[in-house]
Each structure stands twice: as C-alpha cells, then as structure tokens.
C-alpha cells in the first residue's frame, strides 16, 4: 500500500506528536509521590515546541506552551501538610494519590545502598507498613562489576544511567530500599506525623568526585588535575581503574574512550553521578540530606578536606535552596589504618560545614566486613539529629566529646559536653584512652568517670602531648563510653601541648 506525500506526512506527524504525548511531564512524576510542603512546586517536562501545557494540580490551574529548546515548566503554589492527597493532570495525562510533606535525599555509595532486607533487625519491620511514607529509589542499569554488553555500554551516559520509581513503604517493596534511609524516614514519621518522602539516589563504591560537578572541580587548583588526569590521578581510587578497564573493555581495546563523553561515560568518572543522579532533581524542593560515603575515598583522608566541603556548596548552590541541611555518618569501626584520621576529619569538618551535623557510629561496623549489617543504629541517630536541628525537637543525638582538659596531682581531667545525664560505661572498666609524650609513641591510660561530665586519667605526666580516645581502625571493643542516652562519645585526638617539629 503506498501513500500520498500529505498523508505520509500526516502520518509521520502523529508519530511525533504521540512520541511527544509520553514525554510531556518529568519521569520524577508518578503515582504515590511526595512533594515539599511550604515550597513552590515546580512541574516541568518536554514536548514538541509551541504545544500547548495544560496543568491542573490539586485544583490550581495554569498553562504555558513548550518552548523551542522542547521544554516547559510551571510553578505551582506552596501547600502545607494537611493530611490531603492531590491529582496532577497534564493535558491528558492523570498522576494520582500525590502527598505533602517533607522530602530528603538520601545519598552516599555502598552502605546508603544496602537494602532493608539485608540488615540484622529487618524481621522486626517486615510487616510494617505505611502508605504516607514514600519511597523513590533510583536503580543502576548497569553493573557494578564486570564486562559491559553493547546494551549496558548504550545504557552507560547521564540520561540512561538509571531508572527511579515511587513507591509507598507497603509489603515488599521497602525491603530494596535503603535500610539507613529507611529508618530514617520511619522515625521521622513515627515523630512528625507528616508525611515523609525519601530519595535514594546512591551508588557502591562511589567516590566524592563523582558526585560534583565538573566545573567545580576545575575551578580549585587542587583538584583540576583530578579531572584532566583521570582514571590516572593518584587521587583516583584503585578500584575504580579496575572498574574502568573491566567494565569498558571493549571500547577500550578499540581506543574510543574518551572522558566525559556525554553518549557513553563511566559510571565512576568525575560528575558522572551527579550528571546522572543529582541534575535531574534539579526543580526538586527538598528538606535536606543524609549522607553515608567516605569509603571510597579513606586511602587519602586529607583530601577529605577540601572534597566534602565542596560537595556541599555544590549542591547548595545548584538547587538553590540556601544552606539546606547536610547530616552525615562518620565511618564506623572496620580495620583499615587511614580510618582514625578519616574519621577525625569528618568530625572536624562538621564544625565548619554551616548547618551540617554528623552521627558517631564507632560503636558499630565489623572488623573486616565494610558493609555490616548494623543499619537501623545509623537510621534512627540521622533521624534525632534532623528531629533536634531541622524540626526543633528535644531530642538528643550528639555523642559526648572533651571540650576541655586540666591537671590535678598527676591527673588529666577531661569535661565533656553532650553527656546527658552523665557518662557512663560498658563492661568492667573505662577503655579507649591513650595518651602521648612529645616525641614518644601512645599508650594506652587507666581512666575512671569521675563526675557526670568528667573523665578522669590516672598516672599522666605533665609533659603529656597529646590524648586520644577510640582512635583506632576496629575500636568497637576498645571503645566503650557513652553518655546516659546509650551514644557513644565520639573519637577524637586533643592536643594538650604544642611539640613544635617533633
């Protein structure tokens, strides 16, 4: 059967308009999603340009028309989180049972990763369910590990790199979801009784590079080469080149890799991650986020410095929601030697970082396993940290820390903050402590609590340099004050007196 030039064309408009029709609203849109309550709601898509938007959200209704670069947006009225459940509409287009509440993003690499169903308390939550707590995982489309098909290599570049859906936390479907966001967000709903949407968007083995944007990488001098040199910066973890040359063999063996090609990228190159995972929030209102990462980059703890710092005032200044919260894990107990200063770092920086916050975990992990099972400690301690700073809550979540030391009689006498009602111990004795003359190794000291905010080290010489607490690789059995509030203090080094060169 042949056609006539007008209704070939006829025929081949349809299809472009019907390709159109499915694209016209953002995949983040879908049934049994959340919105940010008191923002803005911004509803975007694409289209065939000149084509006209109708929109109709929880009654509220506008148009506008896509514009010649095949996109549109529109901005909606804040709501509050009354309870009600809404309709979006565009065109012909109907998504339903739409929330209000609060919305946090949930990111990091392996152990934000870990699912529900793969943690040691999971039995106790299976049959839980809650349809106001709204679940929106994004899920890789290629593999970690090993050779990529010619499909996985297609799938391989920031548009295809994953699939996300929204789902509410009923039967199964929570079990692949986060277990530390899980948690999360079940005890902010337990406290809050708002809905509660979360975002996990986090990846295994994911480095902090990965998670920035690339001209912000470029523009400090001390991570440029970062980007002009990978995978062959000495910053760039080992295992990501394994990844790499495993992975894109193929193309590879064929010289046609090139960084930061937008039709085929590595999934652990520089900004591939938040090319692929964080610009396609970019109209997204949010509350905050957790973050759970570090692994990947503990082999060099002191590029920590100026990485995590970045990263934060990257996405703040990308979705321009102000100093929004930044809550963090500190790396739990596992044996590798870089971890006590990594862990120090993370602790220093959340004293820096405006309106960040960070978890002590050292009472946690195994010692040689990186992903322990150990998830709903973490969950709910980001959970009372948000409560308390972001919801002005009573609730505690910070770990005792020294903030000031004095002698007495051959004694050195710590006074802490955050400890409760008072500290107090595990086991037989107080552990942990070390202490350290200028230039001689640490020893472990005895230590005893002596008030309900002092700690007391026996036997310590005035020309005492330096004392640390938990400050090893694996401390979970050598580490064993808390404050009344069952969390562990945190480990810490403090320097008593300046060595000068030593």
């Not at 990947?296 to 929004?324: I, T």
């Not at 401390?475 to 004050?481: D, F």
Request: aromatic share 12%; net charge negative; proline share 6%.
């Amino acid at each position: 059967m042949k056609y006539s030039k007008a209704v070939y064309f006829l025929v081949c408009l349809m299809a472009v308009c019907s390709a159109y029709s499915d694209m016209l609203i953002a995949p983040y849109f879908q049934d049994n999603m959340l919105l940010q309550q008191d923002a803005p709601v911004t509803i975007w898509g694409t289209g065939a340009p000149g084509q006209r938007i109708d929109v109709d959200f929880c009654g509220e209704h506008k148009s506008t028309v896509v514009d010649p670069g095949a996109d549109w947006a529109l901005v909606m009225t804040a709501r509050k989180a009354d309870g009600s459940v809404c309709t979006l509409r565009v065109n012909d287009r109907t998504i339903r049972n739409i929330h209000i509440g609060d919305v946090w993003l949930a990111a990091g690499q392996s152990n934000m990763v870990r699912p529900l169903k793969g943690t040691d308390t999971y039995d106790l939550f299976a049959k839980a369910e809650d349809p106001k707590f709204l679940m929106y995982r994004y899920q890789l489309q290629v593999p970690l590990f090993g050779g990529y098909s010619e499909e996985q290599l297609t799938l391989s570049n920031p548009d295809d790199l994953f699939e996300a859906r929204w789902q509410p936390s009923t039967g199964n479907e929570k079990g692949q979801f986060s277990g530390v966001a899980w948690h999360f967000g079940r005890v902010l709903r337990a406290s809050l009784d708002i809905p509660i949407g979360v975002i996990q968007v986090s990846v295994g083995g994911s480095s902090m590079a990965e998670w920035i944007r690339l001209d912000t990488l470029r523009s400090d001098p001390r991570l440029v080469r970062l980007v002009e040199n990978w995978p062959d910066d000495p910053m760039v973890n080992a295992g990501h080149r394994k990844r790499l040359a495993s992975s894109f063999q193929k193309i590879i063996e064929a010289g046609d890799y090139t960084p930061y090609n937008g039709s085929t990228r590595f999934l652990t190159e520089p900004s591939m991650l938040f090319d692929s995972g964080i610009r396609p929030l970019h109209k997204v209102a949010f509350k905050g986020v957790i973050w759970y990462q570090g692994e990947a980059n503990s082999d060099r703890p002191r590029d920590l410095n100026s990485l995590l710092p970045m990263l934060v005032q990257d996405w703040r200044s990308f979705f321009g929601q102000g100093d929004f919260p930044f809550y963090y894990v500190q790396l739990p107990s596992f044996r590798r030697e870089t971890w006590p200063e990594f862990r120090e770092i993370q602790r220093q920086l959340s004293t820096t970082i405006p309106n960040s916050g960070m978890v002590v975990t050292i009472d946690l992990g195994l010692e040689n396993n990186i992903h322990p099972t150990d998830k709903q400690p973490i969950g709910e301690r980001l959970a009372w940290l948000a409560l308390s700073e972001s919801y002005g809550k009573d609730v505690a979540w910070q770990s005792p820390v020294p903030v000031d030391s004095s002698f007495s009689d051959e004694n050195l006498i710590l006074t802490y903050a955050h400890y409760g009602k008072g500290l107090q111990f595990t086991g037989e004795r107080l552990l942990g402590f070390e202490v350290a003359v200028c230039g001689a190794e640490f020893n472990f000291s005895e230590a005893e609590i002596v008030a309900a905010n002092q700690v007391r080290l026996m036997g310590i010489p005035e020309n005492v340099a330096t004392v640390r607490y938990a400050y090893k690789p694996y401390a979970r059995e050598t580490s064993n004050l808390f404050s009344s509030n069952g969390l562990p203090a945190a480990p810490v080094i403090v320097n008593i007196q300046d060595c000068g060169d030593w």
